[in-house]
């Protein structure tokens, strides 16, 4: 399908905001003090429009391809009608913790929310060695009332088929499929890596209960319609401001352009992911205390998830069948899965396309050793999630393993 409509740019933003009525009351278009291009993901385009009083919008617009590759890998900008329903949808049932939608343009495929200029991406906070409180819980209780407040625990039976089949996603879920659980493992040439991490690529390809494991995860990823998931939950998806004497901390998910009726452990998996991605980096720049805090964070992730799962779960839909002590069976299945998806979201992020800044931006000796640890975390948490599922294991075996190759 040709999709033929005008990309916004920083020339013409303005000019934008002031045709949509609902956009233009909300800063003083006669007095912009910044317009600023900050796309700095794999996909879209992101402006920041800011008046002189300090008040701003972001216009989030999805572009037919792409932005990584360009042209040549055409992507439907439909994703942009995903982003915005599902932040409708959590904003509704997680207040607080994602960023207000003021419009969404159905014809150019532009999101128009909340500035959030305030706020940290939590990768880049991370990388700067920042540690900010309170955040696993709070994007825990988010990804538990989503799980909640999607699935057929929280809304009636033939409303969730209706939005399983509104939020089909193909396009973004095949990018997913593709780069987290199949190249990885059968390149087709957009792999990558150091030549000295060569071997280590070779050896998670090659390392077959791995791969059985990762064929599970993918099944599920492809079959599991529980919830409508975020879908790209790791740390660059979310934002951070800590507290101050007038405010307390702020976490918000952004970006759910990937968000699909899925399985609700591939959102936590990507959180465990990226904190020992996280922890890699720590360790490599010499601060294993700021390793182990990273690794700290899967536990109170699991635990307000697991809390704000069955704090709701007596308000259940089919209680006849849906007993008291279901709630627990179910989050037990999702504790396992979340060390299968974690396994699949770190070695992704370490072969595949799309990596991340907390390692590519290492020092040469170091990275090498990061990847390692990563990839060699991965092969852990897929093997090591049918010995003890706890959270608090996951953190300790990572560091471990992470430990045990870093570079000297
Ligand atoms: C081609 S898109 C590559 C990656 O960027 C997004 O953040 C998703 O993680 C996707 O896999
Ligand atoms: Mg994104």
Redesign the pocket.
Known sequence: MAHDYEHLRTDTVVGYLASVPALAERLDLTDVATIEEVGD???NLVFIIEDRAGRGVVLKQALPY?R??GPD?PMTPERARHEHEALRTYGALAPGLVPDVFAYDADRYIVAMEDLSDHRVWRAALNDGERHDGVAEAIGGFVAAVAFGTSVFGIDAEDHKAAVGRALNPQLCR??ED??FTEPYADIGRNSVDPDNEEDAVALAGDSAMVAEIGLAKWKFMTAAEALIHG?L?T?SVMVRDSDATRPVSVKAIDPE?SFYGPVAFDLGALWANYVIAAARALALGEPDRAQWCLEQAPPTWSAFEKGFLERWPGRRSPEVFSDDMGAAVVNGWLGDTWLFAAAKMARRIVG??KTTDIETLPGPQKIGAARGVLHAARMAATERHAGRSPSRFGELALETLRGVATP
Do not use: P
Request: proline share 0%; no cysteine.
């Open positions: 993901g794999n996909l792409v990584l590759v890998w990018i997913t780069l987290v790209d790791h660059g990937f396309l799309a």
